[in-house]
């Protein structure tokens, strides 16, 4: 992919040039630059964790708004699994799925049932043989672009299964068109409902060039207040609609849920994007060699946490728990869908592979002497620079700075505390 | 290595295993950053975090130095530890002389060294009994 198309952005109106993005950057792919933020597109990873911690909201995040959607189509909502655990006193997943028919949709297709699928893909894939342990999921995208950038040799470990969501829009649309023969594959859209910026950025940087399944992305805030008007929770006999995604995909949403049901192998699962990058350290150093699959997830805890869901993260957890009562383990495993024999020897069909390559795409070609020569100039700058990494000057520690100044990024004069202490 | 070489030094801090670790994950930003090959940063990652616990292990921790040039990066671990009294032994998979408590926190399970010849691409050990070990790892990149 050439062209990384990010969702995240700033809004140089509301930004104030502080420093709080810039030092919770967790790839430190944030400067200041003349006053505002500045994102450096080649490193970021859209995980949202400057949305989340702004205090001027603005960082933002761009995505469809629900009036740019074509209703003259045949609309399919795709409800992530995260939407489920939105709401108080949900008692039932069906109100759900009938407020998003009320609301205009002609169909539904959840994302959580792609997920019992790609589940079952994921096993065929770990039986197959001569797969490196531990495989790694790449259903957060957050993860996959992090690992593409800064882990070169966890590439290969990623599930090669396309992810959720995009499986949801393909599946979607094949029932769609068998379900309606007179309407062509032009008259259908389908409808993402997105807890995160980093989904967006996904699908829409994969839309160049490439087959898309996804041809909408909304964010979960703006349905959840439309959906929120058209719940009905007194009528009898109930929602016609139902849900048909049972625990386990509703169990996606949050951290463990994926992993727990592969039901097969020793697992780790784990959250929060620093404690990712650690597990992802470990894991290249050749720890964690006698597991057999990690979870990863940006957010905690998992996709509920995601900076375009409306309710606290741990709250929708706890939703979600008490809707499992309710919910009951529902067999969707590939075989409804697929022929099995398909699959001898964990061969998963093309058709269900990411088109995206998971490999290494460092950030630019360096050229190995021009870049030691300028580390090894930034080095001896850092030494004479105050090491408060205050992130005054734009850069986010006095190392990054050094180095910006060895880049003729930054000048030498931005540093203030050394301006400082030289006027002293 | 002549003094044209990038140098990078790091404490390897004896008091913890939190810490352990923490200068081969950063060797590994550095070389990523220049733009050393995947293959090389993995071999050097591994085999870096096993001398790093080997430190802690048995020495309380010592001093890891990076000198990276344009086709050679060696990697020095210094210690000021009990030393090794038998090389030979210790190059053999399975040997340890970890203690139990080691052990028990899945340390020791006498494939220190053994990895780190096999994920370098020349190891040179000097140790003197009661004096310390000091041990080398090159990388020829061309």
Known sequence: MAVYTHSVFVDHEKCTGCTTCLRRCPVEAIRIRNGRSVINPNQCIDCGECIRVCNHHAKKASYDKLSDLDYSKYLIALPAPSLFGQFNHLDEADFVIQGLRDMGFSDVYEVAKAAEYVTDLTRIYMSSPGVVRPVISSACPVVVRLIKLRFPTLCEQLVPVMPPYELAGKLARERALKAHPELSPDDMKTVFISPCPAKVSWAKSVMEGQTVYVDYITSMNDVYMELLKHMKHDVDPGPEAACEAGSVGLRWATTGGEAASLMNEGYLSADGIDNVIKVLDDLESGMLTDIGFVELNACSPGCVGGVLAPTNGYVARLHLQNLQKTVVVKPNDISHIENVERFSGGVIPEEYIEAEAFTYMPDGAPNMLAMMLAMKKAEALADKLPKKDCGACGSPTCKAFALDVVNGEARIEDCVVRNQMESL | ?142
């Open chain 2, 1 to 142: 290595m002549n003094s044209e070489a990038l140098h990078y030094h790091f404490d390897v801090d004896g008091a913890s295993f939190a810490n352990a670790g923490r200068a081969s994950v950063e060797t590994k930003k550095l070389l990523r950053q220049i733009g050393v090959s995947p293959d090389v940063i993995r071999r050097i990652s591994v085999a870096m975090y096993e001398g790093e616990i080997n430190m802690v292990i048995h020495a309380h921790g010592g001093d890891a130095d990076v000198y990276i040039t344009e086709d050679t990066i060696l990697i020095t671990l210094k210690d000021v530890g009990p030393g090794i009294r038998n090389v030979e032994d210790a190059m053999k998979e399975g040997f340890s002389t970890a203690p139990e408590n080691i052990r028990a926190l899945g340390f020791g399970a006498g494939m220190g060294l053994p990895n780190m010849k096999r994920y370098s691409d020349d190891m040179h050990i000097d140790t003197k009994v009661g004096v310390g070990t000091s041990i080398e790892l090159w990388y020829h990149l061309k």
